[in-house]
C-alpha cells in the first residue's frame, strides 16, 4: 500500500500513450482532408458509426468529475448520486428517439445554430457567449484541477502543475486532429476506461473482504458494504426534520431525495445529452439510424458506470470509518485516488491509464466543442465573415489552445475553489444557473411552434436569473418555509434550497414567463419547426434497445428504492 506508481504500472501507463498516441496518428493521416475541412474537423464528416458515437459520449462524458467527484459523492452519500447515471439513460432514450430527427432534419450542426434556425441571430449569440464561458470556465477548468489532484496523488503529491501541463498537451494533442481522431481514439479510451475502472471496483471489494476477514472475495466485500453502510444503498433520501443531523442536511442538499425527480434532475440529463454542443456533436453528423443507435448504446453503458465510479467510494467510506484507509487526503475527493494506492503493481498503472483517459477525452471533446461554437458562430459570423475552409480550421485549432491555456491559468492554484465545493457538486451546480433557461427555450422550440424570439431571449436570460435568485437570494428575501419550497440550514451560517429544487423552480417560472409572452406572438411562428409524419417513427431494433435499457433501469430502483 503505496502512493507510488512501479516500473510496471510506469510501463502499462506508457503502453496507453503509445497505443492512444498512434492509433490517433493513424486516423488523422488517412483522412488528411481534415486540414482544410471544417465539416470534417468539426464534426468528422458523418463517418463515425454507431459505436463509435456511442462509445465517444461515454469517453467525453465520463472525466475526472466522475472518477473523482462522482466517487466522492459516493463517499459521502451512498447510491443515490447514481441517479445522475441511471436517469441519464432514461434522458438519452427521449434524445434519441423525438430530439435528434429534429437536429437532422433541420441539418443543425451547433447549438447556437439550432438557436438562430429557431428563433433569431441575438438568441444564438447569447448562448454561444454562455456556453463558452460555461465550457471553459465550469468544465474545463474542474475537469483538469480533480483529474491532476488524482493523478498527482498517486504519484506522491509533489507534480500537480506538471501533471496539470501533461494532461493539457495531450488533450490539445488529440483535438487537433479533428472530431474523427477525437471519435475513433475515444473507442480505445472507453474501453481503457471500462476495463480499468471495473478492476479498479473489484479490487477495491476484494480489500474490503479481505480487511473484514471474509477472504479474497469482491461479492463478500459488495456484501459487506451493504452490511455496513446500509444508509449508503438508499436512492431516496429521507426529508430532514428539525432533529436531523446537520451531516443529513447537506446530502439532502446534494440529492433532494424524490423532489429532484420531479426537478432538477430530468432538466440536468435532458440538457446535458440533448442541448449540448460538447455531447450532440458526436451524433449531428450520422445519418438518424446511426445516431439513434449510438445515442442509445451510450445509455445502455451509462447503466454500469455508477459500478466504475461511485462503488468505490462507498468502499473507501466503509474502509475509512472502520480506519483502513488511514491514507485519505482531500476530504470526499480524495477516496477514488485512496482506494488506488492499495492495488498492486501493473493493475495501479492499468487504472491510472483509465483515469487518464477519462481525462483527456472530456478535455478533448469539451475543447473541440469550444473550438466549434467559437469558430462557426462567432468567428465566421461576426469576425471574418469571408474566412475559407483552411482559415477556419486553424481559427479552430489555435482556439483549442487558448482555451487550455486560460483553463491552467484558473486551475493553476484553484482560482475557482473548486476543491471546496467538492468536485461533481461544482459542476452540477454552476452548469444548473444556466441550465433551466437553455432547456426551456429548446423544448419549446422544437414541439411548440408558437414560441417566438423575444421570449427566447426572455427565458435565457430569465433562466439565468431565477437560478441565482433561488440559489443565493431566496431563503433570506422569502424565508426558509414557502409553498414553492424549504430552506435547510447549510452548516455556514445561511440556508439553503437544494440546488436541484432551484433549477426546476427556475424551469418553471421562465416556462411560464415565455408561455405567456409568446401567446401574444401569431399562432405558428415563421421559424417554428415542422413535424413531419413518422419522423419519430423507430424500427424494431431501436425499440429492442429501449425495452432492454428500461428493463434493467426498473429492476436497479426496484432493488436499492
Known amino acids: 500500500m503505496n502512493n507510488q506508481l512501479s516500473l510496471a504500472d510506469i510501463l502499462v501507463f506508457l503502453a496507453y500513450i503509445v497505443i492512444v498516441g498512434s492509433y490517433g496518428y493513424w486516423i488523422y493521416s488517412r483522412k488528411k482532408k481534415a486540414v482544410t475541412d471544417t465539416k470534417d474537423f468539426f464534426l468528422a464528416e458523418g463517418s463515425l458509426t454507431w459505436w463509435a458515437i456511442g462509445a465517444s459520449l461515454i469517453a467525453s462524458n465520463i472525466s475526472a468529475e466522475q472518477f473523482i467527484g462522482m466517487s466522492g459523492n459516493g463517499f459521502f452519500v451512498g447510491i443515490a448520486v447514481a441517479a445522475y447515471e441511471w436517469i441519464a439513460a432514461l434522458a438519452l432514450i427521449i434524445i434519441a428517439v423525438w430530439f435528434i430527427p429534429i437536429y437532422l432534419k433541420n441539418k443543425i450542426y451547433t447549438m447556437p445554430q439550432f438557436l438562430k434556425t429557431r428563433y433569431n441571430e441575438t438568441v444564438a449569440l447569447i448562448m454561444a457567449i454562455f456556453w463558452l464561458f460555461l465550457y471553459v470556465f465550469v468544465n474545463l477548468t474542474s475537469i483538469l484541477y480533480l483529474g491532476a489532484i488524482a493523478i498527482d496523488g498517486l504519484l506522491g503529491g509533489q507534480y500537480l502543475h506538471v501533471v496539470m501541463v501533461a494532461l493539457a498537451l495531450a488533450a490539445v494533442f488529440i483535438t487537433l486532429g479533428g472530431m474523427k481522431v477525437i471519435g475513433y481514439t475515444d473507442v480505445i479510451q472507453v474501453a481503457v476506461l471500462i476495463i480499468g475502472g471495473l478492476a479498479t471496483t473489484y479490487m477495491a471489494l476484494t480489500i474490503v473482504s479481505e480487511k473484514f476477514g471474509l477472504g479474497s472475495d ?7 458494504l451493504i452490511k455496513d453502510a446500509p444508509d449508503h444503498f438508499k436512492m431516496i433520501l429521507d426529508k430532514p426534520t428539525a432533529e436531523s443531523p446537520q451531516e443529513h442536511i447537506d446530502k439532502y442538499l446534494i440529492l433532494p431525495g424524490i423532489l429532484m425527480y420531479a426537478a432538477g434532475q430530468w432538466i440536468v440529463n435532458l440538457n446535458y445529452w440533448g442541448c449540448n454542443q460538447y455531447i450532440t456533436q458526436r451524433a449531428l453528423g450520422a445519418d438518424l439510424q446511426t445516431a439513434r443507435t449510438g445515442i442509445l448504446f451510450a445509455g445502455l453503458l451509462k447503466l454500469m458506470m455508477p459500478v466504475i465510479v461511485m462503488l468505490p467510494g462507498i468502499a473507501a467510506y466503509v474502509l475509512y470509518k472502520n480506519g483502513h484507509l488511514p491514507q485519505l487526503q ?8 485512496a482506494i488506488l494506492s492499495f492495488l498492486p503493481s501493473g493493475l495501479k498503472g492499468l487504472s491510472v491509464a483509465a483515469l487518464t483517459a477519462a481525462i483527456v477525452a472530456s478535455l478533448a471533446g469539451k475543447a473541440n466543442s469550444i473550438s466549434t461554437i467559437y469558430t462557426l458562430d462567432i468567428y465566421k459570423k461576426y469576425i471574418k465573415k469571408d474566412a475559407d475552409e483552411t482559415k477556419m480550421v486553424w481559427t479552430g485549432r489555435l482556439t483549442v489552445i487558448f482555451s487550455m491555456v486560460i483553463a491552467l491559468i484558473f486551475t493553476w492554484e484553484d482560482l475557482l475553489g ?8 461544482f459542476i452540477q451546480k454552476y452548469t444548473g444557473f444556466i441550465s433551466p433557461g437553455v432547456f426551456a427555450v429548446f423544448v419549446l422550440g422544437m414541439f411548440w411552434k408558437r414560441t417566438t424570439g423575444a421570449a427566447a431571449v426572455a427565458g435565457i436570460l430569465l433562466g439565468f436569473i431565477f437560478s441565482v435568485f433561488f440559489n443565493e437570494m431566496a431563503p433570506a428575501m422569502m424565508g426558509n418555509e414557502t409553498f414553492f419550497y424549504t430552506a435547510y440550514p447549510n452548516g455556514k451560517g445561511g440556508y439553503e434550497i437544494p440546488f436541484l429544487i432551484c433549477m426546476g ?6 416556462t411560464i414567463i415565455m408561455v405567456l409572452m409568446s401567446m401574444a406572438g401569431p399562432k405558428v411562428n415563421p421559424k417554428a419547426f415542422i413535424h413531419e409524419k413518422g419522423m419519430f417513427n423507430i424500427k424494431p431494433i431501436t425499440v429492442v434497445q429501449i425495452v432492454i435499457t428500461l428493463l434493467i433501469l426498473m429492476a436497479l430502483y426496484i432493488k436499492f428504492w
Open 218 to 224: 469482491a461479492i463478500a466485500g459488495f456484501k459487506m
Open 330 to 337: 482531500g476530504g470526499m475527493d480524495g477516496a477514488y485516488s
Open 418 to 425: 473548486i476543491g471546496g465545493e467538492g468536485g461533481f457538486t
Open 505 to 510: 423552480l427556475s424551469f418553471m417560472f421562465t
